[in-house]
């Protein structure tokens, strides 16, 4: 009878726990979409009332509006659609090339110690630089503009997983050794594991590095795409063509966000 009542009471404690954090997020939620409201409307207001020229910060009605023109020219999804597919491939390749080469350094030490270097110098080089060799070797269609969001992308995820793997329990790795595992069964059974916390965190980044090279990459050689919308709005001062192109990108990239959000959700709570 005891055991009953405490279980009821512990799980009358868990409920009330529950709703609060409930109502906090709700709260949170709320607050978010007013101060969006707010900063939307008193952007609004302030062109409405001149006392900034719309021609320079545009409105959002102006913006809307230009949504709605691109929408009836046929050529807004079509923009979004380049866009989208350049980022989603240099991510997911980044991501990809970026695990396979941290496993590869984690796994050789001799080989970390000497490419940990040229890592480093590579990550802190302006991948804009590199713009005129992208171009030669790529050509100057898509092509060119994944292999930018890969290079932005990769070495971030590289330094970021390795990391991750460096710093599993030596605890449980001696004991693991202790046991006679092998590399690979300390790799299976600890590291990766132990990483997906870190995996999960490193993919919130990659996503931003991810549009960030790929608008880059539309920057210096595109024909379509959202940055193209942005470098052609700015050569012909059509600045409610570049902030309509920017509010789709950060749309865009929130809802990239949110998706990671909720795998975040599902791998760590299974």
């Known amino acids: 009878m005891k055991h009953e009542r405490r279980h009821e009471s512990i799980s009358l404690e868990h409920q009330n726990y529950l709703r609060r954090g409930k109502k906090k997020s709700i709260l949170v939620n709320a607050v978010r979409l007013g101060l969006l409201l707010f900063l939307v409307g008193l952007w609004e207001l302030v062109t ?31 923009h979004i659609g380049v866009t989208l597919s350049e980022t989603l491939i240099g991510f997911a390749a980044a991501v990809l090339l970026g695990l396979l080469v941290a496993l590869l350094l984690w796994w050789s030490e001799v080989l970390r110690r000497v490419l940990e270097p040229y890592i480093v110098v590579l990550n802190a080089l302006p991948k804009i630089a590199l713009g005129p060799l992208i171009i030669i070797w790529c050509g100057t269609g898509s092509r060119a503009i994944v292999f930018m969001t890969i290079l932005v992308t990769v070495i971030l ?3 970021h997983m390795l990391s991750a793997f460096l710093s599993a329990d030596g605890g449980k790795m001696l004991l693991l ?23 999960v965190s490193m993919l919130k980044v990659a996503v931003g590095m991810s549009w960030i090279g790929s608008i880059m990459g539309e920057y210096i050689v595109s024909r379509a795409g959202l940055g193209y919308l942005i470098v052609y709005g700015g050569q012909v001062f059509k600045l409610d063509l570049v902030m309509a192109a920017t509010v789709i990108l950060c749309f865009l990239a929130a809802l990239m966000y949110f998706l990671v959000a909720l795998l975040e959700r599902k791998l760590l709570k299974s």
């Open 177 to 199: 050794k202790s046991m006679g595992a092998s590399k690979a069964q300390m790799l299976i059974k600890l590291i990766l594991p132990s990483s997906l916390p870190a995996f």
């Open 48 to 78: 409405a009332l001149g006392w900034a020229d719309p021609f320079l910060v545009s409105s959002p009605s102006r913006i809307a509006k230009t949504i709605a023109s691109l929408y009836t020219e046929g050529t807004l999804f079509y």
């Open 157 to 159: 995820v590289i330094l």
